[in-house]
């Protein structure tokens, strides 16, 4: 079985900086994309930001030049250090990971989100 282990959330002020990690622990072959989503009240769930296992990287236009997307293949850990914060990105923020476990092909895992709450 895996784990998907987010932490890093929390209230912080309008252009303040947050840093959230996601450890997968359990069972794990090898990870293709991990990513995180978010998803605020009312709201459909969004992709924020993903990266390839060959450290490529995807972002939503919402937080372009604002976030950055990392990940420690070595430590099976995904990272988004959120900068410039806003009180539109106040979500419910996950994790998820496309993993090989115990059978022969990938599916994806989610962590149990974390809240980011940004005051104005």
């Known amino acids: 079985q895996v784990h998907l282990v987010e932490s890093g959330g929390g209230l912080v002020q309008a252009g303040g900086s947050l840093r959230l990690s996601c450890a997968a622990s359990g069972i794990i072959g090898s990870i293709n994309n991990m990513g995180w989503y978010r998803q605020a009240p009312g709201k459909q769930r969004e992709l924020v930001a993903d990266?390839?296992?060959?450290?490529?990287?995807n972002y939503a236009d919402s937080v372009k030049g604002r976030f950055n997307i990392s990940r420690d293949n070595d430590k099976n850990t995904v990272y988004l250090q959120m900068n410039s914060l806003k009180p539109e990105d106040t979500a419910v923020y996950y994790c998820?990971?496309?993993?090989?476990?115990?059978?022969?092909?990938?599916?994806?895992?989610w962590g149990q989100g974390t809240q980011v709450t940004v005051s104005s």
């Open positions: 990266i390839r296992s060959g450290g490529s990287t």
């Open positions: 998820k990971g496309n993993i090989r476990s115990t059978i022969p092909w990938y599916r994806d895992y």
